[in-house]
């Protein structure tokens, strides 16, 4: 993509996320253009009273003469003044209030969105790059919004009227008075063109002074223990070195150019070269001194609306960016449901993988072809190697996103024609990475049921094994997570565990829900497992084949693919990898060992 096409797609994307606002926006420049041209008003009015006087010169009657005029001319200035103020006034408060509605707008709108992703888009991210765009970005929107186009407004009505007056007293005088003003752009043109040369050598270091801290930093205690402090130090040091370069020559050309810049357009800069080039027709004859008047007032004037456009074109590029990035989460790729309506499903419905195949990147296959059905009232094990493709299938069943070919169905209905409360509440999960919200621990278990009692919320707990342990905490259920819940990671998963014996669902997947747990804690998540899955449809994700033996189906997962589906005996039986993996483990020298009598 070439510079003119990439800056067409930044200000075309720009343009889609202000469309809500986009009217009032213009309505607000409009406003300060106008203002803007009314405040320059005064000055032209200075120049015609002091001509009028120098003209009259000293004669008492003279003076009277004019008097009427002088008056005049200051109720017309004082009018247009107050009036140009006023206006651009109001174009700041429009321009604020839809800064305020589209910040408003936009954060509902993305979490409307992010209402309907997939789950497993969230995985994939790190949580500050939502933050960074529902925090950070819509408030950086705030320079474009707020400001930019009054500024802009302000900038073309001052400079459009200042033109249009100047060439109406002096074509000659009024383009040696504009000529700093061109000038100026051809320098931050030549700034901005300078700096963007060395833009990727600039974000590069950025970008590798920032792995070299995430390194150094993660890194200590290797660092530490073998004695290569020096080495890092080193590391960090020509990080640091390379940005130090990078940014020399990003800064340099800018600095230099801008100064430059801001030096031709100063007051006192145009007003030399109105007063030489003045000097200069008056000697010539072309004028007279009172018709530099004028320019000297007019000129000097267009130079505080050009530097504050100037100042705010600097955040332009910074808004740009951040629109670019909420224009993108607004349309992060979300589920969409089959057509028709879902039927009211039966609480033992039966699940039904069929022909199920998946791919992150749309070329490898994370699974394929698989196909099993999960009987009401019975457990199911996956098991396999790691990345084998068993997590995925868990996820894929939670909808957590949709497959790439093949379907699930829950009672004879897809997934996908089941809205995401009425999934939820037949199909309950504990996943091996808890995920719990800044609240209380009473508003996390009834984050599926915000309405139920203590009552139910304390029995919930009681069957996850965590009851006793929220007690002892100072505010007990009211006890904020990260605050002052401060919990190990097995009794977060209990609480999570609370929360699924609360929505109370028939089916439930779970994938390796005692992995990151203590040996103490495993026993109790045990224990708490087992009482809630009584009675319901279970598939189990599981590394340790000992503790899926009992399972009414186990099916081997190698490779995305089935490789082999029986109960432990007939897979045992069958002598084929699953037997391979039990011997390899251990398990039946231990069960032996276990029923010893010795």
Same mark, same amino acid.
């Given at each position: 993509?070439?510079?003119?096409?990439?800056?067409?797609? =930044?200000?075309?994307?720009?343009?889609?996320?202000?469309?809500?606002?986009?009217?009032?926006?213009?309505?607000?420049?409009?406003? =300060?253009?106008?203002?803007?041209?009314?405040? @320059?008003? %005064?000055?032209?009015?200075?120049?015609?009273?002091?001509?009028?006087?120098?003209?009259?010169?000293?004669?008492?009657?003279?003076?009277?003469?004019?008097?009427?005029?002088?008056?005049?001319?200051?109720?017309?200035?004082?009018?247009?003044?107050?009036? $140009?103020?006023?206006?651009?006034?109001?174009?700041?408060?429009?321009?604020?209030?839809?800064?305020?509605?589209?910040?408003?707008?936009?954060?509902?709108?993305?979490?409307?969105?992010?209402?309907?992703?997939?789950?497993?888009?969230?995985? +994939?991210?790190? +949580?500050?790059? &939502?933050?960074?765009? @529902?925090?950070?970005?819509?408030?950086?929107?705030?320079?474009?919004?707020?400001?930019?186009?009054?500024?802009?407004?302000?900038? &073309? $009505?001052?400079?459009?009227? *200042?033109?249009?007056?100047?060439?109406?007293?002096?074509?000659? @005088?009024?383009?040696? +008075?504009?000529?700093?003003? %061109?000038?100026?752009?051809?320098?931050?043109?030549?700034?901005?063109?300078?700096?963007?040369?060395?833009?990727?050598?600039?974000?590069?270091?950025?970008?590798?002074?920032?792995?070299?801290?995430?390194?150094?930093?993660?890194?200590?205690?290797?660092?530490?223990?073998?004695?290569?402090?020096?080495?890092?130090?080193? +590391?960090?040091?020509?990080?640091?070195?390379? /940005?130090?370069?990078? /940014?020399?020559?990003?800064?340099?050309?800018?600095?230099?150019?801008?100064?430059?810049?801001?030096?031709?357009?100063?007051?006192? *800069?145009?007003?030399?070269?109105?007063?030489?080039?003045?000097?200069?027709?008056? #000697?010539?004859?072309?004028?007279?001194?009172?018709?530099?008047?004028?320019?000297?007032? &007019?000129?000097?004037?267009?130079?505080?609306?050009?530097?504050?456009?100037?100042?705010?074109?600097?955040?332009?590029?910074?808004?740009?960016?951040?629109?670019?990035?909420?224009?993108?989460?607004?349309?992060? %790729?979300?589920?969409?449901?089959?057509?028709?309506?879902?039927?009211?499903?039966?609480?033992?419905?039966?699940?039904?993988?069929?022909?199920?195949?998946?791919?992150?990147? $749309?070329?490898?296959?994370?699974?394929?072809?698989? #196909? /099993?059905?999960?009987?009401?009232?019975?457990?199911?094990?996956?098991?396999?190697?790691?990345?084998?493709?068993?997590?995925?299938?868990?996820?894929?069943?939670?909808?957590?996103?949709?497959?790439? *070919?093949?379907?699930?169905?829950?009672?004879?209905?897809?997934?996908?024609?089941?809205?995401?409360?009425?999934?939820?509440?037949?199909?309950?999960?504990?996943?091996?990475?808890?995920?719990?919200?800044?609240?209380?621990?009473?508003?996390?278990? *009834?984050?599926?049921?915000?309405?139920?009692?203590?009552?139910?919320?304390?029995?919930?707990?009681?069957?996850?094994?965590?009851?006793?342990?929220?007690?002892?905490?100072?505010?007990?259920?009211?006890?904020?997570?990260?605050?002052?819940?401060?919990?190990?990671?097995?009794?977060?998963?209990?609480? #999570?565990?609370?929360?699924?014996?609360?929505?109370?669902?028939?089916?439930?997947?779970?994938?390796?829900?005692?992995?990151?747990?203590?040996?103490?804690?495993?026993?109790?998540?045990?224990?708490?497992?087992?009482? /809630?899955?009584?009675?319901?449809?279970?598939?189990?994700?599981?590394?340790?084949?000992?503790?899926?033996?009992?399972?009414?189906?186990?099916?081997?997962?190698?490779?995305?693919?089935?490789?082999?589906?029986?109960?432990?005996?007939?897979?045992?039986?069958?002598?084929?990898?699953?037997?391979?993996?039990?011997?390899?483990?251990?398990?039946?020298?231990?069960?032996?060992?276990?029923?010893?009598?010795?």
């Amino acid at each position: 993509m070439s510079v003119n096409e990439a800056k067409a797609t =930044a200000s075309g994307t720009v343009s889609q996320v202000l469309q809500p606002i986009r009217g009032r926006l213009i309505g607000a420049g409009t406003l =300060a253009a106008l203002g803007s041209m009314l405040t @320059m008003v %005064p000055l032209a009015g200075i120049a015609h009273i002091a001509q009028l006087a120098l003209s009259q010169g000293d004669a008492v009657g003279n003076w009277a003469q004019i008097g009427g005029q002088v008056w005049q001319v200051l109720g017309v200035s004082l009018g247009c003044l107050f009036l $140009g103020m006023i206006l651009i006034s109001l174009g700041e408060m429009i321009a604020h209030l839809a800064d305020n509605r589209i910040t408003g707008h936009l954060r509902l709108a993305i979490t409307r969105r992010l209402a309907k992703v997939p789950l497993g888009w969230f995985t +994939s991210r790190a +949580s500050g790059e &939502v933050k960074q765009a @529902m925090q950070e970005d819509i408030n950086t929107l705030h320079s474009l919004t707020a400001h930019f186009y009054t500024t802009l407004g302000r900038t &073309v $009505g001052a400079a459009l009227i *200042a033109v249009l007056y100047l060439f109406a007293m002096d074509w000659r @005088m009024a383009i040696v +008075s504009l000529l700093p003003f %061109p000038l100026f752009f051809l320098f931050v043109a030549r700034a901005t063109k300078a700096s963007s040369a060395n833009m990727q050598a600039f974000g590069a270091g950025m970008a590798r002074i920032n792995n070299a801290v995430v390194e150094f930093v993660n890194g200590i205690p290797v660092v530490k223990a073998f004695g290569v402090e020096g080495k890092a130090h080193g +590391s960090y040091r020509e990080a640091v070195d390379a /940005f130090a370069a990078a /940014f020399t020559d990003f800064t340099r050309p800018l600095v230099s150019a801008m100064a430059n810049a801001h030096a031709l357009i100063t007051p006192v *800069a145009v007003l030399g070269i109105v007063l030489a080039f003045g000097t200069l027709f008056v #000697s010539l004859g072309w004028i007279t001194p009172l018709q530099i008047l004028p320019f000297a007032l &007019v000129a000097p004037g267009m130079c505080a609306p050009l530097l504050l456009m100037s100042y705010i074109t600097h955040d332009l590029h910074n808004a740009t960016g951040a629109a670019q990035r909420v224009h993108t989460l607004l349309h992060t %790729p979300v589920l969409e449901n089959l057509a028709g309506t879902a039927p009211l499903l039966a609480q033992n419905a039966q699940v039904r993988v069929e022909h199920l195949s998946y791919s992150y990147d $749309g070329e490898t296959r994370v699974l394929d072809d698989v #196909s /099993f059905t999960l009987k009401p009232g019975t457990v199911t094990a996956i098991v396999g190697a790691s990345g084998a493709g068993k997590s995925t299938l868990a996820r894929l069943l939670l909808r957590f996103f949709d497959p790439s *070919a093949g379907r699930i169905t829950l009672g004879g209905v897809d997934l996908r024609q089941l809205d995401t409360a009425q999934l939820y509440r037949h199909i309950g999960f504990v996943l091996q990475e808890v995920r719990l919200i800044h609240a209380s621990l009473r508003d996390n278990i *009834a984050l599926g049921r915000p309405g139920a009692s203590q009552e139910e919320i304390e029995a919930a707990a009681r069957t996850a094994n965590i009851h006793q342990r929220i007690l002892a905490l100072p505010r007990g259920y009211d006890s904020v997570i990260g605050e002052d819940a401060q919990l190990s990671g097995g009794e977060l998963q209990r609480v #999570s565990i609370a929360r699924a014996v609360l929505l109370d669902p028939p089916i439930l997947v779970l994938d390796e829900a005692t992995a990151a747990a203590d040996a103490q804690n495993e026993v109790q998540i045990q224990h708490a497992l087992s009482r /809630f899955a009584r009675g319901r449809t279970l598939l189990v994700i599981a590394h340790r084949l000992d503790t899926v033996m009992h399972a009414d189906q186990i099916i081997l997962i190698d490779n995305g693919s089935i490789r082999e589906q029986g109960n432990h005996a007939q897979l045992l039986a069958r002598n084929g990898q699953y037997a391979r993996l039990w011997a390899l483990g251990g398990y039946q020298q231990a069960k032996e060992k276990a029923q010893s009598p010795c």
